[in-house]
């Protein structure tokens, strides 16, 4: 009984997975035109101009429903109205694959994340750092006009890792664990694809909000608040899997794992951010490298140098970790489709 339930949905919630990385490391990021991400954003200004003259925090509370329920019908439109045409012919599933397909890989970045500390390497390779710190301040939150080498090659890891939950883990936790519990369930092959997506894009309108509005000034700390705290609790438990995930990967690679456990155990709170601290940290300890934003944090041991190579060597252990990821994700569908044998 349970096989049957598992055998179509669950092999369909893998295949789409591993096309929508595909396509994110093919394509990168769509045109912002038709990118899904974009059409957010500008959905969280509309609401905006709206809810922040409600000077308290309701205001919040509203723009993250209105988001949550506006964003889920990127989803939710397309996918509905194929899934009814599907009795015209074979070739609505494939249209319907093809989309679900593309949906998803819009909800993660991952060939964007690590292009960008590549490049931002390269102009530091070449001792370009006016370039690199106007690049880096598209990415950063701190002013990076005056930043030395030093503090421009730490901004680079700490978003690079910071970001490693919002840009991929934390997207693929909630479309396999929301897909995996809708097929249990005995949903409609469809119906799980459909759950799975919806819970990927709207981890990413959730992470889209608190990255636009959640910041602590005078005119965001009300909107800002609630979609704030949204975000810090669905990358709870991402940002620690990603945490242990980086020690194994840093023992794969030869680093130093011991350190990065420590560093993790001991740091990972440093940060304002209750989630932040447990990639930025544990990567510092796998490189005996200490991060720092002033005045705010300060993660990890100073001892080694921050040098060019550190960037390399982060994006060597965030592209692993994501590969972990992936993997452990597989193998989980792969358990589960075996079970009908």
């Known amino acids: 009984m349970i ?3 598992y055998s179509n949905s669950i092999y369909m919630l893998l295949t789409t997975l591993l096309f929508a990385i595909a396509i994110d490391l093919l394509i990168a990021e769509f045109p912002v035109e038709i990118h899904p991400v974009v059409w957010i954003g500008n959905l969280i200004n509309f609401f905006k101009k709206y809810f922040i003259n409600i000077n308290n925090k309701l205001s919040g509370l509203l723009i ?3 988001i949550i329920l506006t964003s889920s019908l990127i989803v939710l439109v397309p996918l509905l109205l194929i899934k009814h045409l599907l009795y015209l012919n074979d070739g609505m599933i494939y249209l319907f694959k093809i989309i679900a397909v593309l949906l998803l890989s819009s909800t993660f970045s991952v060939k964007l994340l690590l292009d960008s500390a590549s490049n931002l390497r390269k102009d530091l390779k070449n001792n370009n750092l006016n370039k690199a710190r106007k690049s880096l301040s598209y990415l950063v939150s701190r002013k990076t006009n005056e ?3 030093e503090h421009i090659i730490s901004a680079v890891i700490e978003t690079l890792t910071e970001n ?6 934390s997207t693929i936790f909630y479309y396999s664990i929301v897909g995996i519990i809708a097929s249990l369930l005995g949903l409609n092959d469809f119906n799980v694809i459909i759950l799975a997506i919806l819970a990927a894009l709207i981890h990413r309108a959730v992470d889209t909000m608190d990255s636009m509005l959640g910041y602590k000034s005078d005119e965001l700390y009300n909107i800002g608040y609630i979609p704030a ?3 810090d609790a669905l990358n709870y438990i991402p940002a620690r899997i990603s945490g242990i995930l980086i020690v194994i990967s840093s023992g794969i690679l030869g680093l130093n794992w011991r350190g990065a456990n420590f560093i993790m155990r001991r740091d990972a709170r440093n940060c304002d951010s209750p989630n932040s601290g ?3 940290a544990t990567v510092a300890g796998a490189l005996n490298i200490q991060l720092e934003k002033e005045g705010v944090y300060t993660l990890g041991d100073n001892i080694h140098p921050l040098k060019v190579e550190c960037i390399d060597k982060a994006v060597d252990i965030t592209r692993f970790t994501i590969f972990l990821t992936t993997i452990f994700f597989f193998f989980v569908f792969m358990d589960l489709i075996l ?3």
């Open 3 to 5: 096989s049957e339930i």
């Open 64 to 66: 993250s429903i209105s």
């Open 147 to 149: 930043l030395s080498k």
């Open 164 to 169: 490693i939950p919002d840009s991929y883990v």
């Open 229 to 231: 705290i949204l975000d």
């Open 278 to 280: 447990y990639t930025m």
């Open 339 to 341: 079970l009908k044998i």
